[in-house]
């Protein structure tokens, strides 16, 4: 299993980016994925899930209605749509997956939102 985050940068509050994690090694349209970040200082937290087919999501109370998660099955990819970012959206992002009971994580990208 690899998963291969990308999209990450510097931005200025109330701006936008889209993070992609691009996954192989595993079936892809079989399983759920999630984004999840981690602050400085902070535990790593969930910021946003979706189903096998897309079907369903759901996210933290801090990027709903701001952060879209998606997913294109024939590419292998999930994305993370970011809009209004603030400052506190500062992180290290990582996409998740669960394979057969275990945890998969990709390398992370960074992002920075500026004041």
């Known amino acids: 299993v690899q998963l291969v985050e990308s999209g990450g940068g510097l931005v200025q509050a109330g701006g936008s980016l889209r993070l992609s994690c691009a996954a192989s090694?595993?079936?892809?349209?079989?399983?759920?994925m999630s984004w999840y970040r981690q602050a400085p200082g902070k535990e790593r937290e969930l910021v946003a899930a979706i189903t096998s087919a897309g079907g369903s999501t759901n996210y933290a109370d801090s990027v709903k209605g701001r952060f879209t998660i998606s997913r294109d099955n024939a590419k292998n990819t999930v994305y993370l749509q970011m809009d209004s970012l603030k400052p506190e959206d500062t992180a290290v992002y990582y996409c998740?997956?669960?394979?057969?009971?275990?945890?998969?994580w990709g390398q992370g990208t960074q992002v920075t939102v500026s004041s």
């Open positions: 090694g595993f079936t892809f349209s079989s399983y759920s």
């Open positions: 998740k997956v669960k394979v057969r009971w275990r945890d998969y």
